[in-house]
């Protein structure tokens, strides 16, 4: 083996280790689903840090809990949008929670049911002090919907901290593709910002995007804790 070749291997067995070590350290060991909740005032109140995952409806965000968790059927996923209808808490290793937040944007809702989704999306946006991050998930087959900005709109006028997470990549038929459509909802989005948040490229399918997001978290929780 040539000087270059055994410099490379070893930068590479390096890159591994600090990989193996960082995933180590994040790891999701264990999983409690805690309860469904209604409203912000009945979430639970031991102060832990929390990140929660909203979205369109059947945008993907209780599969992508389940694949972070390592988790088949954790969280309840349908191909019938509106599946999720409370704030439904995880939490992870004792430490942090997860929150499957209702989805937005489903057409065939009543007006009562819509204007209840309202008011607790807003009460729990607005006080849940714990609220570390919102990851809003956006679905990468689709162009920028209308519902996605507004809803990224309203996050911006209530000062909640988000990051996207981009979701069903292994739809998409190839890498052009995707940059395509994630380019596009970039562009719309960059219509009402000056710049974007962090973003993530998942697929609950394949555990895309997981080590990114973990690390994310962990680093997140880290700040909050010193
Ligand atoms: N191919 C593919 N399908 C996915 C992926 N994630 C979710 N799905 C499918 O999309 C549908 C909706 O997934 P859910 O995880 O239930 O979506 P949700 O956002 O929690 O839906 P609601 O709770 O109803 O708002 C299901 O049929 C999933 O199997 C993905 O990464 N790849
Ligand atoms: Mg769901």
Sequence with gaps: ??????????????????????????????????????????????????????????????????MLCGRKNLAHISSKPGKTQMLN???????WYIVDLPGYGYAKISKKKRQEWERMMHNYLMHRVTLQCAFVLIDANVPPQPSDIEFINSLGEMRVPFVIAY????????????????????????????????????????????????????????????
């Design 1 to 66: 083996m040539n000087r270059s070749v055994i410099a490379a291997s070893k930068k590479e067995n390096a890159e591994n280790e600090v990989n193996i070590l960082i995933f180590a350290i994040m790891d999701i060991k264990e999983t409690v689903f805690v309860g469904s909740f209604p409203s912000e005032h009945q979430c639970p109140k031991d102060g832990l840090p929390e990140f929660a995952f909203i979205g369109r409806s059947n945008v993907g965000k209780s599969s992508l809990i389940n």
């Design 89 to 95: 808490y995880y939490k992870i290793n004792h430490e």
């Design 167 to 226: 979701t069903k990549l292994d739809r998409l038929k190839d890498e052009e593709a995707c940059k395509q459509n994630i380019g596009l909802i970039q562009q719309e989005l960059l219509q009402y910002w000056n710049e974007l948040p962090q973003q993530f490229e998942t697929s609950a399918e394949r555990g895309w995007g997981r080590t990114e997001i973990l690390k994310f978290i962990e680093k997140v929780n880290t700040q909050t804790l010193k």
